[in-house]
């Protein structure tokens, strides 16, 4: 050990040579940090180390577990020896006890912090003087509390371990603000007072009030008081030097002791009574009787009242003007005033203990249901007399839920609904244009109601409970243990029967929706397509060909089945009687070519027709069938020779001219042929004639008599008598299905076109519709109504003169089921009403008092000895009884009074017994009627009475006047308008929302003429307010006023749909509306406006136009026109021309010419062409057929053909030309690709009858060339493309719902109970939001009208007289206040004092005070004494801010009292001033400041004034105090300068001076910089600002800044840091590193040698392993 260190020693010696002085300071300092672990004899080197304590172990939770720690014995030097080297009798344990914690100890265990401690300041800133010199707003400080871990179940302490396990402890400290201190701050001085002598020397006084306390530690108030003595002059006689005083009125008592003559007096009267309780007269007895009774209600003799009458004295001494009593013949004798007089014993309020708690008014088990209430009581057993206290609180109540195993659950309530009412669209019409409400046959959107009503949702299960109690208190105690094998709610079993409606209110939650859009189905009407042709004339039934009655058929098909079935489409087969019928025919397909007979090269011959077998459909059937028909035979023919003429073939005949024939009409149709070539002039067969090239045959040769089979409508569906037993068995099936299956039959007949009904053998049995088919029967639905709800509450109100008001009760039910199909009617009767049953009298309560008793004198005995008694005669006191009565005058219990009736009159009064001496009148009798208003005059009269008629001093009527006469009331009125108009109200229309149900309201009147209100005010004479009957007004002036009614949009009829865009293939066309008239006032907003303002709604359907509809027909070609003739042969060039029409197709053929552009131009065949006419012996060709199709895909190398044969050989040596023609298919000349092409959607198509609602949208396939021209859709569909597209979608119109309303709510009741600005309000709500294009809904949801004026009635106090004592100069007196009625209109200004009868009504209160104080004790002082004034009226609020905040300190108002003197000599003798503050609400935060009157001034000052502009005395803080800069030249009008006494511009405190450069004066104030400290105990880095502070400051600044401030100035005088600054900066670092660096050698640890530490690494593993045990 002792190498080590001295080893040690010698490497700090060599590592400090040079600086030896310093090492010998750190090595002492060193060695002293070191020797602290040894012990005080130097023996020990070694201690006991601890480890952590590790984690509480257990098997339970809670305190049975342990925790250790590591223990080893160490080394000063800081390793690890054995623990033999320590003393083991200072060997700290290695294990405890703890509590284990568990997840579960969470809910047992919670901190509890406590309250915080009062703000106090930051230790590093506690210097006093600083802080009041510094502080600005507030000063920074700190508060504490305390934490600890605690029990929740009974609060005890515990381990904070055991919380901090689950969180975190709460933090012990915050920073907080601590307000400066506020000085004392008072109002300035009011005006001198006059001087309190009118001789001699006096004083005057001025004072001033506290307008805010002084808070925290700040200067307390000055004197309120100034005084100013005053001499008007010397005295001409003796001042009044003695002044009698009046002391206060002693407690009252009673008399101790009673004469012997009240004795006998009480004596006498009973056995007066038991002499007259003698007299034997029956109704003398009765009269007796009664007087009794009366006098015993008028006797004090109740229960509740215990009136003692006593006495009360008082002293009159004589004072002197310095104060000193003297005695009371030194003062002036005059009427000496009372000093003794009767009074009542004062008696506190007494009660009887609380009753016990009223049962819960809940009745019910609910936790969602707000809580009940139970109440309690206590009765009066003695009421308050005189001053004793008032009563307490006589009922309690608190909220309460029931408790019990028996309490059922409370009732719920939800909303129920009746079915939806059948869809109608006439509801949306009438919204939209009432012209379109009577349509029938309307389908699509629309809209259904429903009624909402409030149930009882558990009435049943209620109802159950109830019958399972009684049943259980009924039944014996062995029934009642019988418990229901299974839980009530299961064992219920429930009728599905309509609930009870209720109250609409008892419901909550959201209202469910009465109304809804919903979809009539459009029916699909029926589409056919054209007829067909005529038939041929078959039999009517082929198997029986045995009548010869035949017909021909034309049929069409259906092309949009309808709603329904096919069976609601017209005819689909006409039918035409004909002759000779076959039901099988040959039809010609085509003929051969022409063949020359015996086989010779031309000349006659025939053609060979080709024909199938075909029935009456045009079906080709077996050949077998036609064998019974001829087989038509060959048609004669010739085939030209070389020389003969040669004609065309004929064309196909022509469309029949006629579909029928009659007796005038004939069908006839045409072909033609033309000539190809003429014959050779000799031996050639020659050209016929023009009229041989034509044929004509008749066609359509059938009657024109059509008939067809004509259906009715199906009729209604009715019961199948042989479906009996299919009904039966149906009957059981849901409520929603079918029930049974009917039948439904039509009349079906036969008729004539153009005719009518014919008999039925006129039309083919074979197409006869059916007569019956059967039918689905709808259920039969009873009408289903609730029960009735519980009748409405009778209200019970009472008129003016207290009579109950009659009244009617409702009940009402709901239909929620609406009878059909032939089930049960609803009942008429929905509604009930029936008077209610009213009590007889008005619930109410008044006051009853009886006859005040006699006047009660003080005892003789006790006043005889006093100047100027009289035994009999004198002011006493008197009292009554007061009783509880019902409006009727029925007696009550006075508690009920005490609950509801107005304050209880007085039961005592102070009276007078006439001496006499004394005056005696009656009293006054009624003023005499008015016999005309404000002329007239009014009197009233009373009379001496007795002794007084004789005397004198009666008579005098200046002193007892015995009449008054006054002005009649002069009752002219003023009525004149008030206020606004109110909204334009219509009148009322009965729409109020019932109590029961709630439904859609039909469509209200929302518009048109109304009335507008003002109100009206009514003004007496007096201009005082008087309720609007005076005036013969009901308080309303009421002027017509229009609510415009909203106009629509209005758009015009659809126009007619455009013709299709294409005329072959898919187009479209569109029909549109246009703006006819904008809307206005809410009306239905119109679709989009385009550029021009129009609005332009459009409907775009796609089209198909058939590609054959118009075709090209070409007439004939004309004869040759040869060019160059050659009239021998007859040939050579020429020119044919033919006419070519545009004609509309149909299925028999071209019908009717038509305008040429409809037919597509690039197929027109030619109308001319040039060609060589044959020569005779030319070989002759017909025209070319047509050219056969490309095959696809098209390319070059693929042909395409025509073909035409030989008419005429040529002769011998002359060849034909070619018979085919070839040319090469090419693409989009000749030879064409084919695809579909698919249109847009079109716009959402509706039915003609539906307004909105479910629609569909359509597109068609349109076949489009490889060229882009669209072709019949036959092409594309002989290519067997593929069809992949929808073509149909549904959509939706949105209906155009308006805004639906809630009726108007019940007027409100008034804002303001009186005056001029009350107001009504009602509102409604929005039923039904508007949709699509519907009306909006009207932004007025609410209205108001005035409510009629009412006088403002209220008791008021009339100001306090002066102090009142008697008949002498001083002391202790009254003053005196009265209650009087004062109307208003409800503004706090232009109240004017009425009768009181006019606030009879009132509660007898001021300002909400019920305490009526109409008389307290004042003091009177006397000539020469000090005193306190009265208290000063409460100052304004003012609160405590700090920074612009407020702080917690709240709000204060304060008041005070000033002294004021009157005696220079007594000025020592005055009491101390006062005043008192106490909390308000709502302060405001004021500051305060120096203000100057300006140098300009002729009186120039300063003054502190308060921001609100008061001028007051403290408040301004001393070092803002303002100086006099006007002495500094040039002035100090630099920011943060003052002017010095030495005329200096100085800067201010935190700030230092700036010199400029060139004239050596102040430039500017620059700030000196701030130091932050950050305090080492906040976590978060809270940062303290400390500025530097003016060392030579004085502590206490005054006005002027006296003496020279020193600063070191840090910067020249360019604004720049000086060098110095830079240098002392720099040598600080330096130093700094340097002393760290020496602390740091020399309490580094020395390096140990090799050997020690391999023996240090020895022994740790051992001390690792070993845990302290000596057993070891």
Same mark, same amino acid.
């Given at each position: ?207 001033? /009030? ?180 008032? %009563? ?149 039934? %082929? ?126 149709? @045409? ?282 001093? %009666? ?23 008030? !206020? ?306 929808? =073509? ?45 294009? !519907?009306?909006?809904?009207? /932004? ?33 007196? @009254? ?46 002082? %006397? ?78 000052? =300063? ?15 001393? @070092? ?151 057993? @070891?």
């Amino acid at each position: 050990m002792g190498l080590g260190w001295r080893g040690a020693a010698g490497t700090l010696r060599i590592r400090t040579e040079g600086s030896w002085h310093l090492l010998v300071t750190l090595l002492l300092l060193c060695s002293f940090w070191k020797a602290h672990t040894q012990t005080d004899d130097g023996k020990s080197m070694y201690f006991w180390e601890t480890g952590p304590w590790g984690r509480c172990m257990g098997s339970d939770c809670g305190p049975g577990g342990s925790q250790s720690r590591a223990v080893w014995c160490a080394h000063v030097d800081g390793w690890t020896t054995l623990h033999t080297n320590c003393d083991q009798s200072q060997r700290p344990s290695n294990q405890r006890n703890c509590f284990r914690v568990c997840d579960w100890h969470k809910d047992l265990y919670d901190w509890k912090p406590g309250t915080w401690n009062e703000c106090v300041p930051v230790p590093a800133k506690t210097f006093e003087p600083l802080r009041l010199l510094l502080c600005s707003g507030a000063e920074e400080g700190i508060q504490t509390r305390e934490v600890g871990c605690m029990l929740k179940s009974d609060g005890s302490p515990a381990e904070d371990a055991i919380c901090e396990y689950f969180e975190p402890k709460p933090r012990l400290e915050q920073a907080c603000l601590i307000p400066c201190p506020q000085d004392c701050v008072v109002s300035e001085y009011s005006p001198w007072t006059s001087c309190s002598k009118t001789c001699g020397t006096g004083l005057r006084n001025r004072v001033r /009030s506290v307008l805010s306390p002084p808070l925290f530690g700040g200067a307390i108030c000055p004197n309120l008081t100034e005084f100013q003595s005053c001499k008007l002059g010397p005295c001409s006689g003796p001042e009044g030097m003695y002044s009698l005083r009046v002391g206060p009125w002693d407690t009252c008592v009673l008399p101790q002791t009673r004469t012997e003559r009240q004795v006998k007096r009480r004596r006498g009267k009973g056995q007066g009574l038991r002499e007259r309780a003698g007299v034997k007269d029956p109704e003398t007895r009765e009269l007796i009787q009664k007087k009794r009774t009366r006098n015993r209600l008028n006797r004090q003799e109740s229960p509740f009242w215990d009136i003692q009458v006593g006495y009360q004295t008082r002293d009159v001494t004589c004072i002197h003007r310095n104060g000193s009593t003297v005695g009371r013949n030194l003062c002036t004798q005059r009427d000496i005033p009372l000093t003794i007089q009767s009074c009542v014993l004062s008696k506190d309020c007494q009660v009887t203990d609380w009753t016990e708690w009223s049962t819960c008014s809940k009745a019910c088990v609910d936790p969602e249901t707000p809580k009940g209430n139970r109440t309690r009581f206590r009765q009066v057993l003695q009421f308050p007399v005189g001053d004793g206290g008032d %009563c307490p609180q006589l009922e309690e109540s608190e909220s309460c839920e029931p408790q019990g195993e028996g309490v059922t659950p409370c009732s719920t309530y939800t909303w129920r609904t009746t079915e939806w009412s059948d869809c109608r669209v006439d509801a949306l019409l009438s919204q939209q244009d009432r012209r379109r409400s009577n349509l029938t046959g309307l389908c699509g959107g629309g809209l259904q109601t429903r009624e909402v009503y409030c149930v009882e949702a558990n009435a049943d299960l209620l109802t159950f409970l109830k019958e399972l109690r009684e049943r259980d208190r009924n039944a014996g105690q062995t029934q009642r243990q019988q418990k229901p094998s299974v839980p009530p709610l299961l064992s219920i079993t429930f009728q599905i029967t309509a609930s009870r409606p209720v109250e609409n209110k008892l419901c909550k939650g959201q209202i469910p929706n009465r109304s809804q859009l919903c979809q009539i189905p459009c029916p699909i009407d029926c589409e056919v397509s054209p007829w067909g042709a005529w038939g041929p004339c078959t039999f009517e039934n %082929c198997e029986d060909q045995t009548s010869k009655k035949g017909f021909k058929l034309r049929k069409r098909r259906i092309t949009n089945e309808p709603t329904g079935g096919p069976e609601n489409c017209p005819q689909l087969v006409e039918a035409v009687p004909c002759d000779d019928p076959s039901c099988y025919i040959w039809q010609l397909v085509s003929l051969d070519q022409c063949v020359p007979d015996d086989e010779k090269l031309c000349g006659p011959g025939s053609q060979i027709p080709q024909v199938q077998c075909i029935n009456s459909n045009g079906e080709e059937v077996e050949r077998d069938l036609c064998s019974s028909t001829p087989v038509p035979d060959p048609v004669p023919c010739e085939v030209p020779c070389s020389r003969d003429c040669v004609l065309s073939d004929w064309t196909p005949w022509s469309t029949c001219s006629q579909t029928c024939s009659s007796k005038t009409i004939e069908g006839k149709q @045409m072909r033609t042929r033309s000539i190809l070539a003429y014959n050779a002039g000799e031996g050639g067969a020659l050209c016929p004639n023009s009229s041989v090239l034509q044929e004509v045959r008749n066609c359509n040769e059938h009657a024109c008599t059509v008939y067809h089979w004509q259906t009715g409508p199906w009729g209604p569906c009715t019961d199948d008598p042989s479906a009996s037993s299919l009904n039966v068995s149906t009957v059981v099936r849901s409520r929603q299905g079918p029930c049974s299956m009917g039948m439904q039959t039509r009349k079906v007949i036969c008729v004539r076109v153009n005719v009518g009904q014919v008999p039925p053998k006129k039309c083919p049995d074979g197409p006869r519709p059916n007569t019956v088919r059967p039918c689905q029967l709808p259920c039969k639905k009873d009408c289903i109504v609730t029960p009735f709800s519980d009748w409405m509450p009778c209200p019970v109100t009472c008129d003016a003169a207290g009579n109950i008001v009659k009244s009617q009760q409702s009940r009402k039910r709901l239909i929620i089921q609406q009878p059909s199909n032939g089930g049960q009617e609803c009942p008429e009767v929905l509604e009930e009403e029936q008077d209610c049953e009213l009590p007889k009298v008005c619930p109410g309560f008044r006051w009853k008092t009886h006859k005040w008793r006699k006047c009660q004198l003080v005892p003789w005995f006790l006043r005889q000895n006093n100047v100027g008694s009289q035994e009999t005669c004198g002011p006493g006191l008197q009292t009554r009884a007061v009783s509880c009565r019902q409006l009727d005058g029925t007696q009550a219990d006075i508690g009920e009074c005490l609950k509801s009736a107005r304050a209880m009159p007085p039961i005592t009064q102070r009276c007078q017994l006439p001496c006499q001496d004394d005056c005696q009148l009656t009293n006054w009798s009624k003023f005499s009627s008015c016999t005309a208003d404000c002329v007239g005059v009014r009197t009233r009269k009373r009379a001496l009475i007795g002794r007084s008629k004789k005397k004198d001093k %009666c008579k005098n009527t200046q002193m007892y006047p015995l009449s008054e006469t006054q002005y009649c009331p002069c009752d002219k009125y003023n009525a004149q308008p008030v !206020g606004n108009w109110s909204d334009c109200i219509l009148p009322e229309g009965g729409r109020a929302e019932s109590a029961v149900g709630l439904k859609v309201q039909g469509d209200i009147k929302e518009c048109g003429q109304g009335y507008r209100y003002q109100a009206m005010v009514c003004y007496d004479q007096d201009n005082r307010l008087v309720e609007t009957q005076r005036c013969n007004s009901h308080g309303y002036i009421e002027e017509a006023c229009i609510i415009p009614c909203p106009s629509d949009c209005k758009l015009s009829e659809w126009s007619n749909w455009s013709r299709c865009s294409k005329s072959c293939g898919s187009g479209v066309k569109v029909r549109s509306k246009w703006l006819r008239e904008k809307p206005y006032n809410g009306g239905r907003p119109c679709p989009k406006l385009d550029h021009i303002n129009q609005a332009q709604v459009y409907e775009v359907v796609p089209c198909q136009s058939d590609c054959n509809q118009y075709v090209w027909v070409a007439e004939p070609w004309s004869v040759w026109k040869v060019s160059n003739v050659d009239l021998k042969e007859n040939c050579g060039e020429g020119v044919q021309t033919r006419k070519v029409r545009c004609m509309l197709n149909t299925i028999d053929g071209p019908s009717e010419p038509v305008e040429d552009y409809l037919c597509d131009p690039e197929e027109m065949p030619l109308g001319a062409r040039e060609s060589r006419l044959p020569c005779p012996e030319d070989c002759v060709l017909n025209d070319w057929g047509p050219w056969s199709r490309c095959s696809l895909p098209c390319t070059r190398t693929k042909n395409r053909e025509r073909v035409a044969y030989i008419l005429r050989s040529p002769s011998l040596g002359r060849q034909c030309p070619d018979t085919v023609d070839r040319e090469p298919c090419s693409l989009n000349l000749n030879c064409f690709n084919y695809f579909y092409n698919i249109t847009d959607w079109s716009t959402c198509q509706l039915s003609p009858n539906a307004v909105c609602g479910s629609g569909i949208k359509t597109r068609m396939l349109d076949c489009v060339r490889s060229d882009g021209k669209s072709v019949d859709i036959k092409f594309c569909e002989e290519l067997n493309l593929e069809k992949k597209w929808q =073509m149909n979608i549904s959509c939706v119109v949105e209906c155009p719902v308006n805004c639906q309303l809630s009726g108007w709510s019940a007027w409100s009741e008034c804002s303001k109970t009186c005056g001029l600005e009350g107001k009504m309000w009602r509102q409604r709500s929005v039923v039904q939001a508007s949709q699509g294009d !519907g009306r909006p809904c009207p /932004s007025q949801m609410e209205q108001w009208k005035p409510c009629p004026v009412r006088p403002c009635y209220r008791w008021r106090y009339s100001p306090w007289s002066e102090c009142r004592v008697e008949s002498v100069v001083c002391g202790h007196g @009254m003053r005196y206040r009265n209650l009087s009625c004062f109307v208003s209109d409800g503004s706090t200004e232009g109240e004017s004092l009425v009768d009181e009868e006019l606030c009879s009504s009132l509660e007898l209160a001021v300002d909400g005070d019920k305490q009526i104080m109409l008389k307290e004790a004042c003091t009177l002082p %006397c000539p020469g004494e000090c005193y306190l004034m009265e208290w000063s009226d409460w100052s304004s609020c003012v609160s405590i801010c700090v920074k612009g905040a407020v702080v917690d300190s709240g709000s204060v108002q304060v008041r005070s009292r000033a002294v004021v003197a009157q005696e220079p000599e007594n000025l020592l003798l005055c009491p101390d001033q006062a005043w008192e503050s106490q909390p308000c609400t709502g302060g405001e935060c004021y500051e305060y400041k120096w203000v100057s009157s300006g140098t300009n001034s002729s009186q120039p000052s =300063m003054w502190c004034q308060r921001s609100d502009g008061l001028r007051v005395t403290g408040g301004c803080p001393l @070092m803002n105090l303002p100086v006099d800069n006007s002495s500094c030249d040039p002035p100090c009008l630099m920011p943060k300068t003052f002017c010095s006494e030495a005329n200096f511009c100085r800067c201010e405190a935190g700030f230092t001076e700036v010199l400029s450069t060139t004239t050596g004066q102040l430039d500017r104030c620059a700030p000196i910089p701030i130091l932050e400290i950050p305090t080492a105990g906040d976590k978060r880095g809270d940062v303290k600002t400390s500025r530097a502070i003016n060392p030579t400051l004085p502590s206490t600044i005054l006005p002027g800044r006296t003496g020279r401030t020193w600063y070191l100035q840090p910067y020249g005088p360019d604004g720049k840091l000086k060098m110095w600054v830079y240098g002392v900066a720099a040598g600080a670092f330096v130093l700094l590193i340097f002393i760290v660096s020496m602390i740091y050698l020399a309490c580094k640890k020395p390096k140990r040698p090799q050997r020690q530490r391999q023996q240090n690494n020895r022994l740790k593993p051992l001390t690792l392993a070993y845990d302290g045990d000596t057993d @070891m």
